[in-house]
Nanobody
Framework: QVQLVESGGGLVQPGGSLRLSCAAS????????MAWFRQAPGKERELVAR???????NYADSVKGRFTISRDNAKNMVYLQMNNLKPEDTAVYYC???????????WGRGTQVTVSS
């Protein structure tokens, strides 16, 4: 069983920065891709950024150049550095792991990010 716990959310002014962290526990393998999704009120959950076990990344167009996803396989951690935040980035951010061995997706409970002046 895999557990994911997010942290680092909060209230920030437009133009500010936050760093989200996700701690993974359980049967974790560094080959598993991990990702950050977000869900704003009244909207569907959407992919923000993904990182493979080898470190390849991809981002939603709306966050390219502002957000950076990274991982520390030795610590079973994944991070999302968010810079130049905008009010439209306000959402609950969820950590996601896809197990390539058992073809199962895991989710954290989410952390709230609010961008407002």
């Amino acid at each position: 069983q895999v557990q994911l716990v997010e942290s680092g959310g909060g209230l920030v002014q437009p133009g500010g920065s936050l760093r989200l962290s996700c701690a993974a526990s359980g049967s974790i393998f560094s080959i598993n891709p991990m990702a950050w999704f977000r869900q704003a009120p009244g909207k569907e959950r959407e992919l923000v950024a993904r990182i493979t076990g080898g470190g390849s990344t991809n981002y939603a167009d709306s966050v390219k150049g502002r957000f950076t996803i990274s991982r520390d396989n030795a610590k079973n951690m994944v991070y999302l550095q968010m810079n130049n935040l905008k009010p439209e980035d306000t959402a609950v951010y969820y950590c996601n792991l896809f197990s390539v061995t058992i073809r199962t997706t895991y989710w954290g409970r989410g952390t709230q990010v609010t961008v407002s002046s």
